[in-house]
């Protein structure tokens, strides 16, 4: 909530954040820190980008060697594997929940 509640105030941790892909049941992690972006897709395929350089994240710097180092550490910093929490129907959750006393 701090970052939330002041974007602009200082942050020395990367943000993490996941994304499942319900067409494909795939989870994709992103990590951002102040000047880098690192995305890693559930299948297979990844992405970095130098954002102070390309603001826009235009150019894919994945097989620039010149970033190995940078790219080690934040993969490092993401979960190893993860599978997507299927949904349950409403019978089965009507069914699991349990009356108040």
Known sequence: MPLFKNTA????RP???GFLDMWKIDVHFSIRTENQRYIRYGRGGEEFYQCYIHP?????QINNSDYASEMKQMVSM????????HYRNREDKK???????
Not at 56 to 60: A, D, K, M, Q
Not at 96 to 101: G, I, R, T
């Open 9 to 12: 105030g200082p942050w020395p």
């Open 78 to 85: 993401l979960p190893k594997a993860a599978r997507p929490i």
């Open 95 to 101: 069914s699991a929940e349990k009356p108040c006393p």
């Open 56 to 60: 826009r994240e235009w150019t894919n």
């Open 15 to 17: 943000v993490i954040t």
